[in-house]
């Protein structure tokens, strides 16, 4: 087919024909010589007209990118909270640093300090320990 019949067809056909030109490794036949230099590009400006992909080397494939692996974020440890320890609450009383001086010693206590101890608790009237 001549480069001028297939000008004049529309573009699906113009494609066509193109593309069977291309398989079959034809050239159309180009325009009369009085064109000069714009018969030489002219299948070169009908592609590009057309859109057609441009053709690859048979040999030569695409490298494939490689995909970069994500870092994973290493998770930050919690800190323990040291538990607070609950200090006591000193009651003022007066015979409470008494008592507490003998109460490991409460088996050597003799009979006469355990009387007088229970005295103090009955005139307090029970609330001393």
Same mark, same amino acid.
């Given at each position: ?24 490794? =034809? ?32 040999? =030569?494939?695409?490298?494939?990118? !490689? ?9 930050? !440890? ?6 607070? !320890?609950?200090?006591?609450? !000193? ?14 010693? =409460? ?23």
């Amino acid at each position: 087919m001549d480069y001028t019949q297939i000008r004049l067809l529309s573009s699906e056909e113009a494609e066509d024909a193109w593309s069977r030109a291309l398989r079959f490794h =034809r050239k159309p036949a180009s325009k009369p010589s009085s064109a000069g230099s714009e018969s030489s590009m002219a299948p070169f400006r009908l592609l590009s007209v057309l859109e057609l992909p441009p053709a690859t080397a048979p040999g =030569r494939k695409k490298k494939k990118k !490689k995909k970069k692996k994500k870092k994973k974020k290493k998770k930050k !440890k919690k800190k323990k909270k040291k538990k607070k !320890k609950k200090k006591k609450k !000193k009651k003022h009383q007066e015979g409470r640093e008494e008592e507490t001086r003998t109460r490991g010693l =409460r088996k050597e206590t003799s009979w006469a300090e355990i009387q007088e101890t229970e005295s103090r608790r009955a005139e307090s009237g029970g609330k001393e320990k």
